[in-house]
């Protein structure tokens, strides 16, 4: 069984820009750091076409999947060594999402690495978006797998060990994709003025995550929206815009 201190984002197996962002894990981290994306500043994008490079790359097939950045965002700060709409390969992806495993026990990160691993994880890409009233940030990130089942499985991993800790709150649904979308919110603070969710989906051979920080109350709708309108773009890239 896995631990429960398990870092927040870990269970969703986000990769490490995500991963480090956040900052909040079970047994209660250290949070300070999560103010510094306020002083994050971008260029606003503005209402050009979807090729405008402030919308988001898509000179790859998987950016082209990343939703667009949409009416009343940015792109937001960079995911560590990804940037804020970046790609790696297969072998890069695998390294980084085994790189989450750090902290775990022994037998839970080989666990853990030994489920990465069967994944057989074909690439990954990020894009991060910020609200222009920078009250809302997140962090999209799109792993395609070799074969839907591995997908499938892996999704149901996720919740379950969500449901396992069994202190995170249930999050929004997400419209139109409730059997292929789960959301959760981090256990209630107090002390913080800062709230973060995390919503893990799945779409043919892709697997989907979604980590979100804001102001609290997190904006929880927009959210979900911002997944719900991601999934649909993965149906109709070409149309969804």
Same mark, same amino acid.
Not at 135 to 155: C, P, Q, S, T, W
Not at 167 to 183: E, L, M, N, Y
């Given at each position: ?123 990954? %890409? *990020? /894009? ?6 920078? @009250? &809302?940030?997140?962090?999209?990130? +799109?792993? $395609?797998?070799?074969? =839907?089942? %591995? *997908? /499938? ?6 919740? @379950? &060990?969500?449901?396992?800790?069994? +202190?995170? $709150?249930?999050?929004? =649904? ?68």
């Amino acid at each position: 069984m896995l631990l429960t201190a398990l870092p927040f984002v870990l269970v969703l197996g986000a990769v490490g820009g995500a991963a480090a962002y956040t900052k909040v894990t079970v047994d209660g981290a250290d949070r300070t750091v999560e103010t510094t994306f306020w002083k994050v500043s971008a260029p606003e994008s503005d209402k050009d076409p979807a090729g405008d490079i402030a919308r988001g790359r898509s000179d790859t097939e998987l950016s082209k999947l990343l939703l667009p950045v949409p009416e009343g965002y940015r792109l937001g700060p960079d995911d560590g060594e990804y940037g804020n709409d970046g790609e790696v390969g297969g072998k890069q992806a695998v390294a980084a999402m085994k790189e989450s495993s750090h902290g775990l026990a022994g037998k839970d990160a080989r666990e853990y690495e030994k489920r990465i691993d069967k994944l057989r994880v074909q690439g990954l %890409a *990020v /894009r991060s978006y910020v609200a222009q009233g920078n @009250e &809302l940030e997140v962090h999209a990130e +799109i792993v $395609r797998m070799k074969d =839907k089942g %591995a *997908v /499938r499985n892996f999704y149901t991993f996720q919740t @379950e &060990l969500f449901d396992l800790v069994g +202190i995170f $709150r249930d999050g929004p =649904k997400v419209k139109g994709h409730t059997s292929k979308a789960t959301c959760y919110l981090q256990p209630k603070d107090s002390d913080s003025d800062i709230e973060d969710m995390v919503c893990a989906a799945y779409d043919g051979e892709l697997s989907i995550t979604y980590v979100a920080t804001g102001t609290k109350p997190v904006d929880k709708a927009a959210v979900a929206e911002l997944l719900k309108d991601q999934l649909d773009h993965i149906t109709s890239p070409g149309e969804y815009i």
